[in-house]
């Protein structure tokens, strides 16, 4: 599976930004999809996950004000992000876990949100 993330930008505190991820390969269905993000200098964290079964998870720093979607039949993963602050800018990379085997993990190449005040 490959991922390609698009949708990153500079964008003010208080917009909004949509990042897309498409992936190739075969069963998309059957994975579950995560943004996660990494600003400089902190490590990687979980943003949103949206598994094989529709259920979603976000991180409490942007409940309430993002949404993760999927499209099964484009194989695509969107996360709309919201009332954007300071805190959001970081690299954003799109995760592919396959359901039933943890050592099918993948990433895209991240794409870059930076959120000026």
């Known amino acids: 599976v490959q991922l390609q993330a698009s949708g990153g930008g500079l964008v003010q505190a208080g917009g909004s930004l949509r990042l897309s991820c498409v992936a190739s390969g075969r069963g998309f269905g059957s994975y579950d999809m995560g943004w996660y993000r990494q600003a400089a200098g902190k490590q990687r964290e979980l943003v949103a996950v949206i598994r094989s079964s529709g259920m979603t998870t976000y991180a409490d720093s942007v409940k309430g004000r993002s949404t993760i979607s999927r499209d099964n039949t484009k194989n695509t993963v969107d996360l709309q992000m919201n009332s954007l602050n300071a805190e959001d800018t970081a690299a954003y990379y799109c995760?592919?876990?396959?359901?039933?085997?943890?050592?099918?993990?993948?990433w895209g190449q991240g794409t870059l949100v930076t959120v000026s005040s």
């Open positions: 995760n592919a876990q396959y359901r039933v085997d943890v050592s099918r993990n993948y």
